[in-house]
């Protein structure tokens, strides 16, 4: 009769190893799924302001003023450490900087589009969300500025051009909506 021998030790060891490359592997590819998601909300919010912005502008035959996070529950505020900077966050004790922007632009909207909590600081700002900014630059300028997860080239959207900036792995884009001299 064959006597049932159990696993050696070596088998063990060779199995958990095994294992444990497959869960890192998925870990990698769940992290990497996680980013593009938050970027890919990133940019259709960026899409959706930027075409009400231009119906506004259509309208009304200029940018709205002011500078702003971009969506309702989006508030301006500091971070934990007081640091200033353009914190745009989903945090309801913070004070809606341009409520007068929010009110304008809802004819233009059916809805504020949600955003990931992504950071970037710039050694000095913290930064989040979507920002828009009137007269940014040369004083004629009209921005929406983004921050994406990870170190990545700004995506191209609706034309628009933009320019990157990369701190503390994620990457800030300005993209110029239009100028102030637009007719």
């Not at 302001?49 to 996070?69: D, E, I, M, S, V």
Request: aromatic residues 10%; hydrophobic residues 35%; proline residues 3%.
């Amino acid at each position: 009769m064959k006597k049932n021998r159990g696993f050696t030790i070596v088998e063990l060891l060779i199995v958990i190893v095994v294992i444990a490359i497959l869960a890192s592997i998925s870990v990698v590819a769940y992290n990497g799924i996680q980013q593009r998601s938050k970027n890919s909300q990133v940019t259709h919010a960026l899409q959706t302001w930027t075409k009400a912005l231009k119906l506004y502008k259509a309208q009304n035959g200029r940018w709205p003023n002011g500078w702003t996070c971009l969506g309702e529950n989006y508030k301006y505020g500091l971070d934990g450490t007081g640091t200033s900077g353009a914190q745009c966050r989903s945090d309801h004790s913070q004070v809606d900087s341009q409520p007068a922007f929010h009110t304008a632009m809802r004819p233009f909207m059916s809805s504020f589009p949600s955003l990931p909590e992504t950071t970037w600081y710039d050694g000095t700002n913290w930064y989040r969300g979507l920002m828009y900014a009137y007269a940014g630059g040369d004083g004629t300028q009209v921005y929406i500025m983004t921050v994406y997860s990870g170190t990545i080239s700004c995506p191209v959207v609706d034309g628009l051009s933009a320019s990157a900036n990369q701190s503390g792995g994620n990457t800030m884009c300005n993209y110029l909506v239009g100028r102030t001299t637009d007719t």
